[in-house]
């Protein structure tokens, strides 16, 4: 059983970044508690690394830790990470609030498109198309 999931995504398609990071933790079968994170490009296989953990508590501040440092992404790369996926039966949602934040135009989907004011003709008698 999966006690933790979490997809972050940093998207910017004129920078040409587009990032994945997953975590997730469960026991294995002889219950010892497992961290894997899997990060990399999107679309791409990624890197893959899988922590053992002796507690519940150890891992939450792993957790909490990685998260840490994914919320400086801004400064090191110019994009925000985003959540995109989120399912735990821990406490993580001081670690998890950053993320849901909406930052301003992150990237093409979030930007609005500029509406054009309408067009007004005025057409007068005999000036139509069939006048």
């Not at 508690?33 to 922590?51: D, P, Y």
């Not at 093409?108 to 007068?124: A, G, L, V, Y």
Request: net charge neutral.
């Amino acid at each position: 059983m999966t006690e933790c999931s979490i997809l972050l995504e940093a998207r910017h398609p004129s920078q040409n970044i587009m990032r994945s990071y997953y975590i997730s933790a469960w026991h294995d079968l002889f219950d010892r508690l497992m961290v894997e994170i899997i990060h990399g490009r999107i679309g791409a296989r990624g890197k893959s690394s899988v922590f053992f953990m002796n507690n519940q508590e150890e891992a939450i501040a792993f957790i909490i830790a990685v998260l840490k440092k994914r919320e400086s992404s801004v400064k090191r790369n110019g994009v925000p990470y985003l959540l995109k996926y989120y399912e735990s039966h821990w406490d993580l949602n001081e670690a998890i609030f950053p993320f849901r934040q909406i930052p301003l135009f992150d990237d093409q989907h979030c930007i609005p498109e500029k509406k054009q004011p309408p067009i007004h003709t005025i057409i007068k008698e005999g000036e139509g198309l069939f006048g």
